[in-house]
């Protein structure tokens, strides 16, 4: 589990004018005029944010992998073409990035078919991750999620077998689009029900930050073998003067530690990520500007920041059935039903799984359940409420608004 997270944020004293988002120039090849396509300008504007979480490469592990499209030239921007290659045979599996909840499939498509037709059918999975962000996984074979029993609402781990790689939908061949995304302003992704596209005004590609490779981000014509998240970090990182502009990013992960030394800075619209298992340091000379986004964090080697206990199960038997939180009165209302007593602790932890607020520790009797909490101390925002029970645990999202 995580042990620390801090959001470093650095702001100078300004004149408050407009300020338009930053545009970089990208690869124009996706220009419309290949059906499989959409316009894309060379100019484009963002987001350039790197993911909260780190994720696996999302085949099974000894699959051979190539990057056809990085997030930068990928028509939409921001989202990922790979390809399985060798290694084992085909169709290539599909895996999970990291733990979380299926929270959509479409896989009874079985058509690929020419961009430019209104009723391009396509299939799909999103996974809703502990940490906010969702992925989605697209162009897999007719039922080859289905066929493994998955449904809605399931609980998957990362490098799960969730499908096979195919070419339904609007697709130049047989491949995996990968995309992580994080909700805007809402505390679920929206997105449509016929291609999973994520509303723009609601939602926001994020650039995947990826264990064990190079850079730890997805390159073009890279190419990786998949494998889960292991411990082969480097121990130790010492970053030099380096500055980076509008869509640069820097994501540097570390057993023990990582040090700035001299300038290294983060311009308008740049993007950093330090994890390190015992310390970061930035020195003099360090700076991360208006409009950046940098995270500093504490956590082991490859460590996804959502990642829950492994040791424990599912309390299957118990549903919660609701959880109102009152925005008038910071009070929230807990009712759940249970086969039989128990003895449960109940407590709040963030989106990284980190315990903030302890709610009761009590024995229930079997049957309808309720408990009421003040959530007034609770900044605004997304929260789990977790519920163990000797080696039994249950987690539930919480939306917190003031």
């Known amino acids: 589990m995580m042990k620390k997270i801090q959001i470093i944020i650095l702001l100078a004293c300004v004149t408050i004018v407009t300020h338009a988002q930053t545009c970089i120039v990208v690869d124009s090849e996706c220009d419309g005029s290949d059906n499989y396509c959409y316009e ?52 290539y599996k599909i895996a999970a990035a990291a733990d979380g ?32 962000e969702w992925t989605k996984y697209t162009h897999m074979i007719e039922n080859s999620v289905t066929d493994l029993g998955f449904e809605e609402g399931d609980w998957v781990t990362a490098g799960t077998y969730i499908g096979k790689e195919g070419e339904v939908g609007c697709a130049s061949g047989v ?15 929206i997105f449509t029900s016929f291609g999973g596209w994520i509303d723009l005004d609601w939602a926001k590609n994020v650039i995947p930050v990826i264990c064990d490779i190079t850079g730890n981000v997805f390159a073009e ?16 990182l010492t970053n030099l003067t380096a500055t980076y502009s509008a869509g640069e990013y820097d994501a540097d992960i570390a057993g023990s ?30 700076e991360a500007r208006m409009h950046s986004e940098f995270t500093a964090r504490i956590g082991s080697c490859n460590e996804f920041p959502e990642r829950l206990l492994n040791d424990a199960t599912d309390l299957s038997t118990q ?5 109102f939180p009152n925005p008038a009165s910071a009070n929230v209302t807990v009712q759940w039903t249970d086969d039989q ?33 003040n959530a007034g101390d609770l900044h605004a925002g997304i929260y789990f409420l977790r519920m163990d029970a000797a080696e039994k645990y249950l987690i539930e999202k919480l939306v917190i608004q003031h």
């Open 40 to 91: 894309c300008s060379n100019d484009w504007c963002g987001p350039f944010e790197l993911s909260n979480g780190i994720y696996r490469i999302p085949y099974i592990d000894g699959t051979d992998v190539q990057i056809n499209n990085d997030h930068l030239n990928h028509c939409p921007r921001g989202r990922i073409d790979m390809v399985g290659e060798g290694g084992t045979s085909s169709p």
């Open 101 to 132: 909840w299926i929270r959509a499939i479409e896989d009874d498509n079985n058509i690929q078919c020419d961009c430019s037709e209104t009723s391009c059918a396509n299939n799909y999975v999103w996974i809703e991750h502990p940490n906010g």
């Open 175 to 189: 491949h995996l689009h990968f995309e992580v995304a994080q909700p805007i302003d809402t505390n679920t992704l």
């Open 221 to 236: 014509d890279a190419e990786y073998v998949a494998a889960d998240c292991g411990g082969s970090c480097t121990s130790s």
């Open 257 to 286: 530690t990582i040090t700035t030394i001299g300038a290294v800075i983060y311009d308008d619209y740049a993007s950093g990520l330090y994890q390190a298992g015992s310390s970061v340091t930035l020195l003099e000379g360090f």
């Open 319 to 323: 549903t919660i059935v609701n959880i």
């Open 341 to 373: 007593e128990r003895i449960y602790s109940i407590y709040i932890t963030d989106i990284t799984g980190r315990k903030i607020k302890d709610i009761t520790r009590q024995q229930v009797s079997a049957g309808n359940n309720e408990i009421y909490f």
